[in-house]
């Protein structure tokens, strides 16, 4: 697998200064003006669809303006959180945990919510070593790589499974082995089996390629931990950025939209697309094969993410409570039956 060209683990500071973007959280942006942020893997497809088909474009150009979308990759749901809070990006794609998290922490002020969801996909927690055959087998000798320590999906789904493992007051056991590592970095130390790390609470396509390493086996599967299909990766902004830009944003929406049912129907030409856009020398078949597995879906429907906001809140991770998944998303899917 070959990086982007964006480096992995950037500070807000650090993307700013790459994109040579300001800082200033209260200066709105003009319209068609959109800086977006991804990070690693299938799971952000549909971003790279809109980006190769020029889809935020196709759409401002229907709306009366030009849209000029500015993309970065970041390294985890934390330094995702930081850069938009900092101003150097509009949008962000990261899991259910680190959305929850900046929820909370601006209810009342930038009022951060999703926008959607980006894909509903099962992610593993592998290792390397033979001796972990459940959660119970971790010892201190053992360090589990995951995108950003106790914020990631990763991090708040290895706490349910710890809760339900080991009891509710047990919930964060397992933290103090888990360190913060890009997928990337943490796919190769895990199959180089460097000892840099010995598990990796990791996503498509990169749970899928250690898997076909010898001596890597699944340990949890976080569909089994959450009782079924999740979204595992959301796309989200601040309120002040939807509203003072209602033509930018509904393109993107729309752009969203269109992208998902692209995949849905085009899952050859996806496949392709995510080759493509992140310059990757993967096998296709292995790609397509993810794509067409039924587990996954791009729909932007958001799935079981109540599963985490009650149980943050129960922990005393988060302090406001949501009454449903839809306090923490803006009203465009409302109607939809999610959950």
Known sequence: MRRREFTHSVAALAIATTLGLGFS????????????????????????????????????EAAGIEITPVWAQLGGGAASNDALLSGSVDIVSAGIGPLLTIWDRTHGNADVKAIAS?????????????????????????????????????????????AKEFGQE???RLDNLTVTLPHPDATQALISNSGAITAHFSSIPFHDRALETEGVHKVLDSYEV???????????????????????????????????????????????????????????DFILSILNDPQISFDPTPQRTEVYADFLHEVGALTNQAESWRDYFFDDLHAREGS
Do not use: C, M, W
Request: charged share 20%; aromatic share 8%; glycine share 4%.
């Open 25 to 60: 959280t209260g200066a709105a942006r003009a319209e068609g003006q959109i800086r977006i942020a991804e990070q690693y893997g299938i799971s952000y497809l549909a971003l790279h669809v809109i980006r190769d088909q020029k889809l935020l474009e196709k759409h401002g």
């Open 118 to 162: 980006l894909v509903q996909a099962p992610f593993y927690l592998v290792t390397n070593n033979r001796n972990v055959k459940t959660l119970a087998d971790f010892t201190e000798n053992d360090k589990i790589a995951l995108p950003s320590v106790g914020v990631s999906v990763q991090a708040r789904t290895l706490q349910i499974a710890a």
């Open 170 to 172: 047990n919930f964060d």
């Open 226 to 284: 959450l009782g079924g299909p999740a979204t595992s990766v959301a796309i989200y902004t601040t309120t002040a950025f939807r509203e003072d830009n209602p033509l930018t944003y509904q393109a993107f929406v729309d752009a969203l939209d269109e992208a998902a049912t692209f995949i849905e129907n085009n899952k050859e030409e996806a496949a392709d697309i995510y080759l493509r856009v992140n310059n990757s020398q993967e096998d296709r």
